[in-house]
């Protein structure tokens, strides 16, 4: 039969709207056996949570109801690990006495089978089971299960509120019971209480020697185990970071992810699962910073066309281009795709802006200049509703001076950019939003060389490091209750060390065609990991950026044309990549007007 699937949103709003009651009986029923279908009003079954949901009663010489873990020398013998090898409660005695476990959940349509794990040391060797509690008279020796009444009182053993009795110790019965599973149909018994609240109530009483009574992994509905959330997500083809935070969240002990969970159990497929889990991460880090490092060495190639004085320029063919002075505008755009790589989920970047700048050339061939930037950056994670839009503001100064001969110029620049970021992520429990400011340092570096091959055409090649650091601050998100995130602040760098050529053809005597090859390897490699934590207390996994290896290229077209003696115009397209599954475009186009 196919199961039905139930998007996350559809979830969500279900739960909000108060819904939920209805919408699981009935889901129970139209989607017969999926992959999950357990009531989810049983409250930390297998105690991973201590007693929290339960209510504890003792009497007589009864101790405290026990929390344990792995193998236990209790009063009345050794309690092996559970089967679960997880933690476990038991019951325990100095002499007669009464330990009481009880639950209220509310019952649901379909079918309701009650499983627990148990197991007995019982040093009497026999079992008296009155129909009371009667530590303090009679003998009785004996483990309990009954389902209550609603408004029923636990700790008073009265027949009329017991609606079934589905599990009792018998005469006869071993001594000693190591861990065993029970399997207890209760639909028929609870068939008439669909939508209230009844009791489960564990009871275990002596008065002729020691007992324990161990129980785990107590639950009512189709299984007794709910799939763990990191086997759904595997089987819902879940990538590397949703497998760690799925088991994460098994892992994780405490109340602060029941919300989350409890909407996440209403799943019926692994994928539903797989795709809940992935949203909790924050894959926009990485992404972030890939926009980052984009914008600023966008600009810093856009700046650059100014350093180097593009064209038959510097006397080279006793022609001059440009004057002494000059103030420039560049509106440009960008558009780039991460694939998804090594189980981790690429991108699209998306952005546009402008600069403005002035620079002058004085007698000895000098040059210094400034600039200021505008970008807008969209950022859109691939397989999630998550993205990012930017405002970035970049300030920076440049300049040139000839080195060794008038044919070889030093260049260089230095940047600063504030990038003002807003945050959106879908999640199963609403969506979370944020906002912060990070930083970007950039320093660019070059020796670039005139080689006049003829009349029309100079090529110039580049040698140079480039190295920019990006600094994020912790920031919280709003919006999502236990989904949303607290981020830690991280910050990264990149090195790059740069080969490159410029050939400037010269078309006529008032434009020319440009080609620009630039390849990078970058020095540091840095593995960039962005840590965060759940509202819930979920410490989540490392979200770690997609590593494209160390090699970068580019490769420009450009055409570039004077249009009086004041002024000339600018057309550059320039493609880039690292490796073979990023790349990035961009377009642009420069007015130069001389004064």
Not at 496 to 522: E, H, M, P, R
Request: aromatic share 12%; proline share 2%.
């Amino acid at each position: 039969m196919s199961k039905q699937r139930i998007d996350n949103k559809t979830l969500f709003q279900i739960f909000k709207n108060g819904k939920v009651s209805i919408f699981v009986s009935t889901l129970l029923l139209s989607a017969s056996i999926g992959t999950i279908n357990v009531n989810a009003d049983i409250v930390n079954g297998n105690f991973e949570d201590g007693l929290n949901g339960w209510t504890t009663n003792v009497f007589g010489s009864a101790n405290p109801v026990t929390l344990a873990t792995g193998t236990t020398n209790a009063s009345a013998g050794t309690i092996n690990p559970s089967l679960t090898a997880d933690q476990y409660v038991y019951t325990s005695q100095s002499s007669p006495g009464l330990s009481i476990l009880s639950q209220a959940f509310n019952v649901t349509s379909g079918t309701n089978k009650l499983f627990f794990d148990y197991a007995i040391r019982n040093n009497a060797g026999s079992y008296f089971t009155p129909d009371s509690f009667n530590y303090n008279g009679a003998q009785t020796q004996q483990a309990r299960f009954d389902v209550l009444k609603p408004g029923s009182d636990p700790t008073v053993y009265n027949a009329g509120d017991i609606i079934v009795t589905g599990f009792k110790t018998e005469s006869g019965d071993p001594a000693i019971i190591d861990w065993t599973t029970k399997e207890i149909d209760l639909t028929a018994d609870l068939a008439s209480y669909v939508g209230q609240d009844v009791i489960l109530r564990f009871w275990q009483e002596d008065n002729q020697g020691v007992f324990n009574l161990a129980l785990d992994n107590i639950n009512v509905g189709l299984t007794q185990l709910l799939s763990s959330y990191f086997d759904q997500t595997v089987a819902g083809n879940g990538n590397t970071p949703s497998q760690r935070n799925a088991q994460k969240l098994d892992d994780f002990v405490g109340t602060g992810m029941d919300d989350f969970k409890t909407i996440l159990d209403t799943c019926t497929t692994d994928e539903c699962v797989a795709n809940a889990v992935d949203e909790l991460e924050v894959k926009l880090a990485g992404a972030g910073v890939s926009a980052a490092k984009q914008t600023a060495q966008s600009i810093a190639k856009i700046v650059r066309q100014r350093q180097g004085t593009f064209g038959l320029a510097g006397g080279n063919s006793g022609e001059e281009m440009f004057t002494e002075k000059n103030f420039w505008f560049k509106p440009f755009g960008t558009w780039g795709e991460q694939n998804d790589k090594d189980g981790l989920a690429g991108y699209d970047i998306k952005s546009y802006g402008f600069g403005i700048g002035a620079d002058a050339i004085n007698k000895d061939d000098q040059q210094l200049g400034f600039g200021l930037f505008y970008t807008n950056a969209d950022v859109d994670v691939n397989g999630v509703n998550q993205n990012s839009d930017v405002d970035a503001f970049t300030i920076l100064g440049y300049g040139s001076t000839p080195i060794i001969d008038n044919k070889t110029k030093f260049l260089y620049q230095v940047g600063y950019s504030w990038q003002m970021t807003d945050t959106f992520r879908e999640t199963l429990t609403g969506d979370a939003v944020a906002d912060y400011t990070s930083n970007v340092a950039s320093i660019d570096l070059k020796v670039m060389r005139d080689y006049q091959v003829n009349g029309k055409w100079l090529v110039q090649p580049t040698v140079g490091l480039s190295y920019t650091y990006f600094k994020a601050p912790s920031y919280s998100e709003s919006g999502a209750g236990v989904a949303s995130l607290d981020v830690n602040k991280f910050s990264t760098s990149e090195t790059l060390l740069n080969i490159g050529a410029v050939s400037n053809y010269k078309i006529d005597d008032s434009s020319i065609f440009i080609t620009t090859l630039d390849l990078g390897y970058d020095l540091e490699n840095n593995d960039d990991t962005v840590t965060s934590t759940t509202q819930g207390g979920l410490q989540l996994a490392d979200s770690e950026s997609i590593d494209n290896g160390r090699i970068s290229y580019a490769i420009g077209l450009g055409y570039e044309k004077q249009l009086n003696n004041n002024s000339n115009i600018n057309f550059t397209y320039e493609y880039s990549g690292e490796g073979s599954d990023y790349s990035n475009n961009t377009i642009s186009v420069k007015y130069v007007i001389n004064f």
